[in-house]
């Protein structure tokens, strides 16, 4: 009878040890889903035992009647940092009960990067939702000075946007809408700036959001400049796209826009390198669009941008100029300059100089 009686203690024990294990998770379960598929089994008895001791916590607003607040979430922002900053601005009541709810869930892998609009009358779940919501948020897009179009291109899939490098660079391809200036493609008026767009843009709306805001920033005053220097718009377009890339230091630019200038204007090459890594395309020993150094044979490459071959601009912008490039070739400096070169000091300055002979006196020894 104590044998019988000792057993069935030791069952009822046993049981009681063993119960939480299946309820607890199954509880958990009942208020917010099964738990994520990332998590051991004892990782989902833990994470589910926290979210049930967090819950009046994580269904509670931290202010039901609390005004929306922008909230900017970063890639590359570790989940704990960002719930450490919605606790911060009073979004949520607690950053552990917020971590605690995306780990169990497997939301704290879904965050999207962009810039939200959030209430603090929302639940932790609310917030969280919100925050991995495509439709919820803009993500803040940057197309740096002296970009071509498939450095934009290479740039989205880390955006935060839907659109694909190839659907981009099938948009750019096409003359911009925003302008009748005969281009035969985007490039040249896709401009930089930083533009904070909806993730569900499509390719053809950036590539023209660009353009537009390239139109947007020409001036009837750029446009009488260039063509005081005797340039057709285009022209003058493609003339900046070489003075952003030979232009290390902004306040160069107007001197380096002279120094092409008095070159066309007397009929020789321009001879300048960024018009030979345009045509030489990305290389993959530099892992750029912009090789570095270049070679002797590099300047003998057969193509129509090579300008030390073919005599007048190229046939098309090599990147995409800042409004200050596009300003120094429309307000150029006077000067007697035709030829400059890098400093030997490395600070980005260049020596220019009137004759080739200075030219080669200001080369490093």
């Known amino acids: 009878m104590k044998k019988t009686l000792s057993l069935t203690a030791t069952l009822l024990l046993l049981l009681a040890i063993a119960l939480p294990f299946f309820l607890i998770p199954a509880l958990a379960a009942s208020h917010y889903g099964v738990p994520s598929t990332r998590l051991s089994l004892t990782q989902r008895f833990q994470y589910a035992a926290k979210i049930l001791w967090h819950d009046s916590t994580i269904q509670r607003p931290a202010d039901v009647y609390g005004a929306e607040q922008a909230f900017t979430l970063t890639s590359g922002e570790s989940p704990y940092f960002i719930a450490a900053r919605l606790e911060e601005q ?212 057969n193509s129509p941008y090579n300008t030390y071959i073919y005599a007048g601009l190229p046939p098309t912008p090599i990147c995409n100029p800042s409004l200050g490039s596009l300003e120094a070739v429309a307000f150029p400096a006077e000067t007697p300059y035709f030829y400059f070169r890098a400093r030997c000091d490395g600070s980005g300055l260049h020596a220019f100089a009137e004759t080739f002979a200075g030219h080669l006196a200001n080369g490093c020894e």
């Open 90 to 301: 009073g979004l949520i009541r607690d950053d552990e009960a917020f971590i605690t709810y995306l780990v169990y869930t497997g939301m704290d892998t879904n965050l999207l990067p962009g810039d939200y609009r959030l209430s603090p009358s929302l639940t932790i779940p609310g917030i969280a939702g919100m925050l991995q919501d495509t439709r919820a948020s803009f993500v803040e897009f940057i197309v740096l000075p002296g970009w071509r179009m498939e450095e934009v291109a290479a740039s989205l899939p880390t955006s935060g946007l839907t659109i694909t490098p190839e659907d981009f660079l099938n948009a750019a391809q096409y003359p911009p809408t925003a302008l009748d200036v005969g281009a035969a493609a985007s490039e040249g008026f896709l401009f930089p700036d930083t533009y904070p767009l909806p993730r569900d843009l499509n390719a053809d709306e950036l590539v023209s959001l660009l353009t537009q805001n390239f139109s947007f920033h020409i001036t009837p005053e750029i446009k009488a400049g260039l063509a005081a220097q005797g340039l057709s718009f285009y022209d003058g377009v493609k003339l900046a796209s070489i003075v952003e890339r030979e232009a290390v230091i902004a306040d160069e630019r107007a001197t380096i826009a002279s120094v092409f200038l008095n070159r066309l204007r007397a009929g020789q090459k321009l001879e300048t390198d960024p018009t030979i890594q345009y045509a030489l395309g990305y290389n993959e020993f530099n892992q750029s669009w912009w090789k570095s150094p270049l070679t002797y044979a590099d300047l003998e490459v």
